[in-house]
């Protein structure tokens, strides 16, 4: 089976059985720093201002595209904690079609204790990040119906 | 001797935990926290002698009237006005800036010029911003120095026969810098324009006396100072405030009212239109008793205790910078470790029971002065600890292992 042709469903199953395998919030948090730091996750050239999403505390870059009827997700994040977080929400969105990207739900994220990461007032960036990820599979769904 | 165990004894919310560690609260300089017996005071009120102010003649109104005009008399006493007349009670620092503001605009011409300083909080530039698009005046901005601390030789520059109005905050929120505001005032008046000081930061930490500063214009906060959040003052001279035009109209603030013309209640109801927050403005006074009682400068002197405890263990830690090093400051600390983004050392101390503010402060020109997309910003009460002071530096230093 081809990476892609995973589902969100079962990739988010598996992120769930990761994290119960850590103890406490320290061996969480390093997992999602140590994501951060060694995942290069956008290209530069695409870290330009039309790609950002302003967070009041940290910065977020993302940039799509279609490929094979996939959208292709790359994004990064000027605070580390956010980048790890983005790491795993580009592992569940990234490489769907768009349809099963409008679909999704990121409930996941509470169950694996990062919860407060996806609250809106956190101001981080993530939320609009979420909703940019859905919008881009909206605009790719029009173009490929 | 400071028994700031004793005092920790009034402040129930310091018994309390954060993510199972005992909270350590070093967010001071956004909101401080209220001590029991403010607490009672908010209690006693809607307990006891909750009502509508100044227009029931029934003992409950009565009650409340008394008490929320012995507050006004609290503030004025405290910050030593001349007249009661010449505080208005407001929602808070940002509503009694945004008063002058508008009461300005009917005063300003095409050409007058408003100085501001470079380590302003937003809520003390877009009021000014606003009032020179309505008006054709000119902003102009005092700099700061790499210290974080204004410089004096520039200001002077910008002063001219123009300069209508000068805003500086007495100290930076975002910094912690003492401004020289005696010497801000003395030099505005010089060419004959008026000053509003911001004194949200400054309250907290030391006593301000208006009339020896010679100030046309004080704002202060009182969930900054022990009390609670939705209220604060503006202290303005009787004479300027008589020229301001109101700034809502509403109840309270009318003296007659036809459809053909309204006139005007005196001070300082003319500029409290509508209920006000009766209960807030009577605990804003039970606040200032409080820190009154335990003493300005016994608070001044074990804050810089703190302060100067805090910037050595601090300092201590490789590859950590600490923004705005002025001589003069107050017991705020700015820093950032090398190459690693407040927010994340923000987010690993929470997880260890520690609340610090992070991000740019409302104060992005200072951000932007030094480069940086914000700092973690540790700010000290009296009620803080130097045990408090050693799990922040031992938070910061577990952030620094985990994040580099």
């Known amino acids: ?145 | 001797m400071f028994k700031v165990e004793a005092i920790r004894q009034d402040f129930p919310i310091l018994n309390r935990q954060v993510n199972g560690k005992p909270l350590v609260y070093f967010d001071n300089a956004a909101t401080s926290q209220t001590p029991q017996q403010v607490i009672d005071v908010i209690v006693d009120y809607y307990s006891h002698y909750n009502a509508n102010i100044h227009r029931g003649v029934h003992s409950l109104s009565q009650e409340a009237t008394d008490k929320y005009e012995q507050a006004r008399h609290t503030i004025q006493t405290h910050f030593n006005a001349k007249h009661p007349c010449e505080i208005i009670f407001t929602s808070g620092t940002t509503h009694g800036i945004n008063l002058v503001a508008n009461g300005f605009s009917a005063l300003l011409k095409q050409g007058d010029e408003i100085i501001v300083s470079a380590l302003e909080h937003h809520s003390n530039i877009v009021p000014w911003q606003m009032l020179c698009e309505r008006t054709g005046a000119n902003l102009k901005v005092i700099p700061m120095n790499d210290e974080g601390a204004l410089v004096m030789s520039a200001f002077e520059e910008l002063l001219s026969a123009n300069t209508k109005l000068v805003f500086v905050n007495h100290i930076s929120n975002a910094l912690g810098t003492i401004n020289p505001i005696e010497s801000i005032i003395e030099k505005a008046h010089a060419v004959g324009a008026a000053v509003l000081i911001d004194g949200a930061q400054a309250c907290p930490h030391i006593k301000p006396d208006v009339q020896k500063l010679d100030v046309d214009f004080y704002v202060a906060s009182g969930h900054k100072m022990c009390g609670p959040t939705g209220v604060g003052m503006l202290y303005g001279k009787e004479e300027w405030l008589k020229k301001l035009p109101p700034y809502q109209g509403g109840g309270e603030m009318i003296a007659e009212v036809t459809f053909e013309k309204t006139t005007y209640a005196d001070l300082p109801h003319k500029f409290e239109a509508g209920t006000p927050n009766i209960c807030g403005g009577i605990a804003f006074g039970a606040a200032i008793d409080y820190l009154n009682a335990i003493g300005f400068d016994d608070i001044a002197t074990y804050e810089h205790e703190l302060l100067e405890y805090a910037t050595e263990k601090l300092l201590d830690i490789e590859g950590l910078k600490i923004y705005g090093t002025s001589e003069e400051k107050t017991s705020v600390i700015s820093f950032n470790l090398e190459g690693i983004h407040p927010y994340d050392v923000g987010t690993i101390l929470d997880k260890m029971g520690i609340a610090v503010r992070t991000g740019h402060h409302c104060a992005q020109p200072i951000m932007d002065y030094f480069k940086i997309p914000g700092t973690v910003r540790a700010s000290f009460a009296f009620y803080n600890t130097k045990e408090e002071i050693d799990a922040l530096v031992a938070g910061v230093k577990k952030a620094k292992m985990m994040l580099s």
């Open chain 1, 1 to 145: 089976m081809k990476i892609n042709d995973v589902s969100i469903q079962d990739i988010q199953n598996d992120i769930i059985d990761e994290f119960s395998m850590f103890d406490d919030w320290e061996e969480r948090y390093q997992y999602m720093i140590d994501l951060g730091k060694t995942l290069p996750l956008i290209d530069e050239q695409y870290k330009t201002d039309d790609n950002i999403i302003k967070g009041c505390q940290s910065k977020v870059w993302v940039h799509a595209q279609l490929e094979d009827e996939k959208v292709v997700f790359t994004a990064d994040s000027d605070a580390i904690i956010t980048k790890g977080i983005i790491a795993i929400l580009i592992r569940v969105f990234s490489n769907q079609s768009p349809s099963d990207i409008i679909a999704a739900n990121t409930d996941f994220i509470d169950e694996i204790g990062l919860k407060e990461h996806l609250s809106p007032t956190r101001a981080n960036g993530l939320v609009s990040m979420i909703k940019q990820l859905k919008m881009y599979a909206i605009a790719y769904q029009t173009q490929l119906n």
